[in-house]
């Protein structure tokens, strides 16, 4: 028995020293392969416009659109509105899922509760929160508050929902073990619940983003003079499409952002979970 615990102690440490080497063995081959579908896409797009079998004023194309950017960042304006739609949407990120995860959770200690509150949560989830968008401008004013709002307005509601299905769902069988042995519903839900629920908000946290980012351009196109989406609400206006693009490249940008800011988040979060892909294992 002591033989083969040493010599599992001793392939421990192989393994986790061979596990980086596993994760980063296709990030370059990747990269490659990304950068080139991209490559060809933008080259197809450019060599349509040119050829004229794709209308540049109705689609724009990549070289316009570098020449708007570029012109942007000379002067400062996509900073200063990339800014603006970034704060208000990190904003309205965070303080939305905090708002929404920890009630979801804590309606785990009351089903009676529960049952109360879940058709007022199916009522407010199934109206487009987008509707409630004259109100808070009308409530909070145009300024970036609105924007947080509106931001909140969304995040909020998604995160309440799936912290309280992800605790709901929390493994039966090990709480009532833990209930077996004594411990209270404070421990088997510090324990148990929060843990087992950690997966599901994560992943819920990478749904928000998208959420986050759609309140603060929605704000932004109603009521705004600053933000991507006031960059393309007026470039559309004006039928420059090459602006209009700028503004939604940026907000992808702004979106793997606030990604990257999850993914750490997770690592420090779940280090006990295993982040590898399953299709990596040789089979």
């Not at 009676?112 to 487009?128: H, M, T």
């Amino acid at each position: 028995m002591s033989q083969t615990t040493a010599t599992i102690a001793q392939g421990a440490p192989a393994s986790a020293q061979a596990r980086p080497r596993t994760r980063g063995k296709f990030r370059l081959p990747v990269l490659a392969t990304q950068l080139l579908i991209l490559a060809v896409l933008f080259g197809a797009w450019e060599a349509a416009v040119r050829t004229g079998a794709v209308s540049g004023f109705l689609f724009g194309s990549p070289a316009g659109v570098l020449q708007a950017a570029w012109k942007m960042i000379l002067n400062g304006e996509l900073w200063e509105h990339a800014n603006y739609t970034l704060w208000a949407s990190a904003a309205g990120f965070v303080v939305g899922t905090v708002l929404g995860t920890i009630p979801g959770l804590a309606l785990w200690y009351s089903p009676y509760g529960a049952k109360v509150v879940e058709p007022f949560l199916v009522a407010i989830n199934s109206v487009p929160k987008i509707a409630f968008a004259p109100l808070v401008i009308l409530w909070f004013g145009t300024g970036i508050i609105s924007k947080v709002a509106l931001s909140i307005s969304l995040t909020s509601i998604v995160a309440l929902l799936a912290a309280f299905q992800a605790a709901k769902d929390a493994d039966p069988d090990i709480q009532k073990m833990l209930v077996s042995l004594g411990a209270t519903k404070r421990q088997i839900f510090s324990k148990v619940v929060v843990p087992s629920s950690l997966p599901a908000i994560i992943a819920t946290f990478r749904i928000n983003i998208g959420f986050a980012l759609v309140g603060t351009v929605v704000g932004e196109f109603i009521s705004s003079k600053y933000g991507l989406g006031h960059i393309i609400f007026v470039a559309s206006s004006l039928y420059d499409l090459n602006t209009v693009w700028v503004g939604i490249f940026s907000l992808m940008l702004l979106g793997f952002v606030l990604y990257a800011g999850v993914d750490v988040a997770e690592k420090r979060l779940l280090r006990w979970k295993d982040q590898t892909y399953a299709t990596q294992f040789k089979l």
